[in-house]
């Protein structure tokens, strides 16, 4: 990177916050891809279908200590979003549609689905 170029060093990092609000599509992605990794981490595919206001520990999908910490590594790996480390009291994980909404506006460029 040439640090004379205009604009060069600026802006936001990997996973740090974008300005305004994620896109509907940006949302949706990580919603189902959220989805799909618990359904394969599971072996449930009924949560494939997950709505968003559905309780990850407890309630439809029941989470344990280990497929939680499961699905915050692959968070990590896939979006750039440490969730545990950026939401010290884990009130992302509340519900689908909360974790979805909390790592889509943290999210950066380069994470995939």
């Known amino acids: 990177m040439n640090p004379a170029a205009p604009g060069a060093g600026h802006g936001p990092g990997p996973g740090a916050p974008r300005a305004g609000p994620p896109g509907e599509d940006g949302l949706a992605a990580v919603t189902d891809g959220l989805r799909a990794f618990l359904a394969s981490a599971t072996g449930r595919d009924e949560l494939r279908h997950l709505p968003p206001g559905a309780a990850l520990f407890g309630g439809?999908?029941?989470l344990d200590s280990l497929t939680g910490t499961l699905l915050l590594r692959e968070i990590q790996r896939r979006y750039g979003v440490d969730v545990a480390?950026?939401?010290l009291n884990l009130d992302s994980l509340a519900t689908l549609g909360t974790l979805?909404?909390?790592?889509?506006?943290?999210?950066?460029?380069?994470?995939?689905?």
């Open 60 to 62: 439809a999908v029941g």
């Open 85 to 87: 480390g950026e939401d």
């Open 100 to 113: 979805a909404a909390f790592v889509a506006q943290r999210a950066g460029p380069g994470a995939r689905p």
